[in-house]
């Protein structure tokens, strides 16, 4: 198929179709030079370039502290980092890994939450040149609908009720 221009788009990448995480992982894995990876329901604030400045890891995962709204249970499965927000400066064997591990994986996990699992594992599976950063400012999720946010430069609206603060953000504005 094919698709209208699109001002400030210089390429487009298709995949085939496979399950979301696979997919997801996959393209991960394809991405060269210096990238910020986020999921969908992730909003940028503040201008955050300047951690890849004299970088010399090849990925960093955003860590899990202070991120949980009180009460909420961190389930052991998702592993002390979250996916949803990823810098990459060379993670290309990384998310390879991830890939085959997911390939390998029982056929729910490479539908929805399967790359938070295996990268979680991979992770763990052997030393790799990665620096963990703090979510708490680099991949915050809202723990209220008027929480205060300026300590954070990235913001994770992931579960439901999140979203639909994100959503009456955006039409609010």
């Given amino acids: 198929t094919s698709s209208a221009p699109i001002y400030g788009v210089d390429s487009i990448r298709r995949l085939p179709h496979e399950p979301?995480?696979?997919?997801?992982?996959?393209?991960?894995?394809?991405?060269?030079?210096?990238?910020?990876?986020?999921?969908?329901?992730?909003?940028?604030?503040?201008?955050?370039?300047?951690?890849?400045?004299?970088a010399t890891w090849d990925f960093a995962l955003t860590d899990r502290h202070d991120t949980l709204v009180p009460g909420e249970k961190l389930f052991p499965w998702c592993g002390a980092f979250n996916i949803g927000v990823v810098f990459q400066r060379n993670g290309k064997e990384f998310w390879s890994a991830v890939v085959?591990?997911?390939?390998?994986?029982?056929?729910?996990?490479?539908?929805?939450?399967?790359?938070?699992?295996?990268?979680?594992?991979?992770?763990?599976?052997?030393?790799?040149?990665?620096?963990?950063?703090?979510?708490?400012?680099?991949?915050?999720?809202?723990?209220?609908?008027?929480?205060?946010?300026?300590?954070?430069?990235?913001?994770?609206y992931n579960g439901p009720t999140r979203k639909e603060w994100l959503y009456q953000q955006c039409v609010s504005a």
């Fill in 100 to 156: 085959d591990g997911l390939l390998h994986s029982p056929k729910d996990h490479q539908f929805w939450m399967g790359n938070q699992i295996v990268a979680s594992s991979v992770l763990l599976s052997r030393p790799w040149n990665y620096i963990p950063l703090p979510g708490l400012h680099l991949n915050y999720p809202p723990k209220k609908k008027d929480d205060d946010l300026s300590h954070a430069s990235i913001l994770h």
């Fill in 20 to 54: 979301l995480c696979i997919s997801t992982a996959r393209h991960y894995s394809l991405c060269e030079g210096e990238w910020l990876l986020i999921d969908t329901d992730v909003v940028v604030k503040k201008d955050i370039r300047h951690l890849f400045s004299g």
